[in-house]
């Protein structure tokens, strides 16, 4: 086994900002070596205390194989192994396009593409875990049905472009959809009216995996970040059995989180995203040991008791307010909301993230 030192965790910035700055958290804590590789001169990670392990700040935000290998030549040093931490959709579909070239400067710890297509593309997922006996939300026909309504691209990019599901809740919301989309590029199925969960998880290669669950109390409009949300306790047992026994049987490992909704005490799968989530600060102030996992590259022995805890990120709850939007409320009144915001901890405003607080702050006031 390679002793700490030896293994150099590379975090490409840019993208997901909030788990990037938990892991460097993390990494920095449990005194893992750790670079990041900011996107430009204006990445939010210079704003913190973790600039000084900025190794790379790139020329462009566009990334070629030719970049890729010159970043991860520039910040090797003498360590023996680099592993690429799995932060977005865009850079997992980069590097697994050029996995064989990339596997000879670095460990990208994903699976091979065909499964990653597989479960991070929203149609295949869907189809995969309904064979392994999980619920999901029934297709139907925008003519025929009635508001509201989901429109999921059935594969994440397009030509080149990201898509991202659209939550249709009125006639205009329709019409901006067919504006702005080909319709041919998504299915459309049913809106699940009920609470939120997130099944957060690490699986190793030896079949073995480490979870916890989250309850999502908001989210922004539209369906897009979470902004509040804590742990639970989850007793569905067969549920859960069922997915990791879906997961594994595939071959699946690495992270991972899978997003539930709850109807009439019937659980119905929406998505799968196979890389760190957003409210990942949550799964490291619980005491989860699943980015430990990660950096072992297997289960952590050190079986910690999930603790009790909650996740906010207020700046994303006041630019919704400010451009006069309507969060996402899951059984949870406004007062509640303020409550938490009180009672859980920001995941910027802490000391090696505060200047990141000010700016976001900032930023949404003087554009008022």
């Not at 790139?58 to 360590?79: H, M, Q, Y």
């Not at 593309?121 to 619920?135: R, V, Y």
């Not at 047992?237 to 539930?260: D, N, P, Q, T």
Request: glycine share 6%.
């Amino acid at each position: 086994m390679l002793e700490k030192s030896d293994r150099l965790f590379v975090v490409f910035s840019g993208w997901n900002n909030r788990a990037i700055i938990a892991l460097c958290r993390f990494f920095y804590k449990n005194k893992y070596c750790f670079c990041v590789v900011a996107k430009d001169e204006s990445d939010y990670i210079l704003k913190t205390k973790y600039r000084k392990y900025v190794g790379y700040i790139r020329k462009s935000r566009i990334l070629t194989p030719d970049d890729f290998i010159s970043v991860i030549k520039a910040v090797r040093g003498n360590r023996k192994e680099i592993v690429i931490c799995p932060t977005s959709e865009y850079l997992n579909t980069f590097v697994l396009n050029h996995a064989e070239e990339f596997s000879k400067y670095c460990v990208v710890p994903l699976v091979s593409k065909n499964l990653y297509d597989k479960v991070t593309n929203k149609a295949s997922f869907l189809e995969f875990i309904q064979s392994h006996g999980i619920c999901i939300p029934s297709t139907v026909a925008p003519a025929e049905c009635s508001l509201p309504f989901v429109a999921k691209p059935i594969n994440n990019v397009v030509d080149g472009r990201s898509l991202y599901p659209h939550i249709i809740e009125n006639v205009a919301g329709l019409e901006r959809f067919y504006a702005t989309e080909n319709e041919v590029d998504f299915f459309f199925e049913e809106y699940i009216c009920g609470d939120s969960f997130y099944l957060c998880f690490y699986i190793d290669e030896n079949k073995n995996y480490t979870c916890f669950w989250q309850k999502n109390l908001v989210q922004q409009s539209g369906g897009k970040s979470v902004v509040v949300a804590k742990v639970v306790d989850f007793n569905d047992e067969l549920l859960e059995m069922k997915v990791f026994s879906a997961l594994v049987g595939a071959g699946f490992h690495g992270v991972g989180m899978i997003e539930f909704k709850e109807r009439d005490q019937q659980y119905y799968a929406i998505e799968m995203n196979p890389r760190f989530w957003g409210p990942l600060q949550l799964a490291i102030d619980c005491n989860s040991s699943i980015v430990e996992s990660f950096c072992l590259f297997e289960v952590s022995k050190n079986r910690r008791k999930v603790l009790e805890g909650g996740y906010l990120w207020s700046g994303g709850v006041l630019s919704e307010l400010l451009k006069l939007r309507s969060l996402k409320l899951y059984s949870i009144s406004f007062i509640g909301v303020l409550i938490c915001m009180l009672k859980y901890k920001d995941v910027y405003f802490r000391k090696d993230s505060l200047r990141i607080f000010v700016a976001e702050f900032s930023t949404m006031f003087l554009k008022r």
